[in-house]
């Protein structure tokens, strides 16, 4: 079936460091493929998307490609402030017909220290 | 456009007991679906509400139902509560003529004691 892997976390690190979270995903068909950010006390945020493969989604300086020859989808960040501390989730969503249904990685914690 | 609005945002109910919670998507979105988070099993896809049918569904026993109304408010329903039900509830709305893209809501804390 589908599945989503992420980069085990806790991910700690300084402001201003540079930020890559991995993911890898396994799908039938074309997915979408997402990220989505969770402060605590929250639910999810989409932070950028991409529906097909070469595309670059991108927001609030965060950025990452559909590779769909690696089957990935990395999330980048030139320099990361406090305020990115957050989980993270990849995620890939397949419409079967018209029904919809988001597959989610594990989630990767990042803290970022002033 | 307002949000995804959860209601209630926290319940404390017991074992056995039964829980509706409730779902408004963002204007205009006619797609409804519901998952699970918890810390072992994480995001887990529970089902999802489009004109009043269910679509799709995952893997979750009986004791876990839904309905959508008229005005795509959906209401989730968990019978016969179980200490490992406790979990936040998230729903997410979708314009079903656009892209995959879920909009989420702020989640339902359930603690079941």
């Known amino acids: 079936g589908d599945s989503v892997t992420q980069m085990e976390g806790p991910v700690t690190l300084s402001e201003e460091a540079f930020l890559t979270i991995n993911c890898t995903y396994t799908?039938?068909?074309?997915?979408?493929l997402f990220w989505y950010v969770q402060y605590p006390g929250e639910g999810l945020q989409l932070l950028l998307k991409?529906?097909?493969?070469?595309d670059k989604g991108s927001n609030k300086g965060f950025e990452a490609t559909y590779r769909k020859e690696t089957t990935s989808f990395h999330l980048e960040k030139g320099s990361v402030q406090v305020s990115d501390s957050a989980v993270y989730f990849c995620?890939?969503?397949?419409?079967?017909?018209?029904?919809?249904?988001?597959?989610f990685g594990s989630g990767t914690q990042l803290t970022v220290l002033p | 456009k307002a949000g995804v609005t959860q209601t209630p945002r926290y319940l404390i109910k017991t074992r056995g007991q039964q829980v509706t919670l409730s779902c408004s998507p963002i204007s205009g979105h006619r797609s409804v679906s519901w998952y699970q988070q918890t810390p072992g099993q994480g995001l887990q896809f529970l089902f999802e509400y489009f004109s009043e049918t269910q679509r799709n569904k995952g893997n979750f026993p009986g004791r876990f139902s839904g309905r959508q109304f008229s005005n795509s408010r959906s209401e989730m329903n968990v019978s016969t509560l179980e200490l490992g039900d406790s979990a936040l509830y998230l729903c997410?709305?979708?314009?079903?003529?656009?892209?995959?893209?879920?909009?989420f809501g702020p989640g339902t804390r359930l603690t079941v004691l």
């Open positions: 799908a039938t068909g074309y997915p979408s």
């Open positions: 995620a890939l969503g397949i419409s079967s017909g018209s029904a919809r249904q988001l597959t």
């Open positions: 997410a709305s979708s314009d079903p003529s656009g892209t995959d893209t879920q909009y």
């Open positions: 991409a529906t097909k493969a070469d």
